[in-house]
């Protein structure tokens, strides 16, 4: 369900295909930790587009120092996965479902490429009939431009299979001016997505999307949605999907202000499970309260991660997270894009065994 209204999810071919170009008025975000030297090569860099590729210099920036920020920034372009996949493979019952996770992979570029091209080989071996995306689903331009080049083109082997898709909105996705709600609301349009906050029920899993983009982190409408959301469940498993990590050991780090908000409902309502993104790594804590939380923020870009007093696993990595629901057990692993593992762990359900 959403705060107003009933629950819509998945993304149809019927959703028209929209422009494949990329925007030339990039403006990305110049206040995320990045060294200043970084934000202005940056910001001069993608504002000359993916045209800058073949360029020898450019304002300054010699191809040797160019060439690490395309690759960086994932702006080298890839080839899109070419795998037909047995649409509808999946076996979902009121006892199993079988789910993906991946966050931060908005480029459409060669990086971006090869983890969905993973994320089709694993859906060939262990089908699985949703996606939880865990935000920044765009980067370098507005969501109608990019939309093929972003999503349906990397997904499309996800998306003829007939899985599902559902969104927790990323900082890249939105902020607060008219400009990014009107980007939010193209984004949820385009994803068949209910509202900027909301559940949704698969098998033995009650999941609930939270906007971490609103004015400090939530607002109190949202914050009492949300406890009486978890006090509605009725699933044996509840697992929290939401853009920023409250706990991270990255280069962003925790969230300012977020385990302090969220924290006691956690606890309150027995959540099982917490996935994020937003930094560009992979990282499982050790239970907090009871509740594990995972960074998979690596969808197509990487950076630095060392582990903490509350890390139990973090690698500075690409990977999605495949995952399996059946009974009171659940099942993850981390998965890189030539298949291997970043990390493997089991949970039993809080409560309802």
């Known amino acids: 369900m959403t705060a107003g209204g009933q629950p819509r999810t998945g993304v149809s071919r019927a959703v028209p295909r929209i422009g494949h170009g990329l925007s030339l ?10 060294p200043l030297v970084d934000k202005l090569t940056r910001r001069r860099f993608l504002a000359g587009g993916l045209g800058a590729i073949g360029a020898v210099a450019m304002g300054g920036i010699l191809v040797d120092q160019a060439w690490p920020l395309l690759a960086r920034e994932d702006l ?16 979902e019952t009121p006892e199993r479902l079988v789910f993906a996770a991946i966050g931060d992979n908005g480029s459409g570029g060669r990086q971006a490429m090869a983890v969905t091209r993973q994320m089709a080989s694993t859906y060939a071996l262990r089908p699985y009939g949703l996606v939880c995306l ?92 949300f406890d009486s959301a978890l006090a509605a469940s009725r699933n044996r498993w509840k697992i929290v999907c ?5 706990y991270s050991s990255g280069r962003y780090g925790s969230t300012p202000g977020e385990a302090e908000k ?21 990282e499982r804590t050790r239970p907090i309260d009871g509740t594990t939380y995972v960074v998979s923020g690596g969808g197509c870009k990487t950076t630095p991660v060392g582990p903490s007093e509350i890390s139990a696993v973090a690698e500075s990595t ?36």
Not at 25 to 34: A, F, L, R, T, W
Not at 76 to 91: C, K, M, Q, S, Y
């Open 242 to 246: 939401v853009h920023h990590p409250p």
């Open 262 to 282: 969220l924290s006691p409902l956690l606890a309150r309502h027995a959540v099982d499970l917490v996935l994020s993104g937003h930094d560009h790594h992979y």
């Open 25 to 34: 008025s990039v403006n990305p975000d110049p206040g995320e930790g990045i």
């Open 134 to 225: 865990l935000g920044d689903i765009c980067y370098y331009g507005p969501i109608r431009e990019r939309y093929h080049d972003v999503f349906e083109e990397p997904m499309e082997p996800l998306i003829d299979a007939g899985v599902r898709f559902e969104l927790a909105i990323g900082n890249h996705d939105g902020k607060h001016s008219d400009a990014s709600a009107q980007e939010i609301a193209d984004e949820l349009a385009l994803l068949g997505t209910p509202g900027r906050y909301y559940t949704s029920s698969h098998g033995p899993v009650d999941f609930f999307y939270l906007d971490s983009n609103e004015p400090d982190l939530f607002s109190q409408e949202q914050l009492d949605w």
């Open 318 to 353: 690409l990977e999605f997270l495949h995952v399996t629901v059946e009974g009171d057990r659940l099942t993850a692993d981390a998965i890189r894009p030539n298949g291997g593992l970043v990390d493997h762990f089991e949970l039993r359900a809080r409560q309802g065994a």
């Open 76 to 91: 080298i372009p890839g080839r899109p996965p070419e795998i037909a996949l047995t649409p509808h493979a999946w076996e």
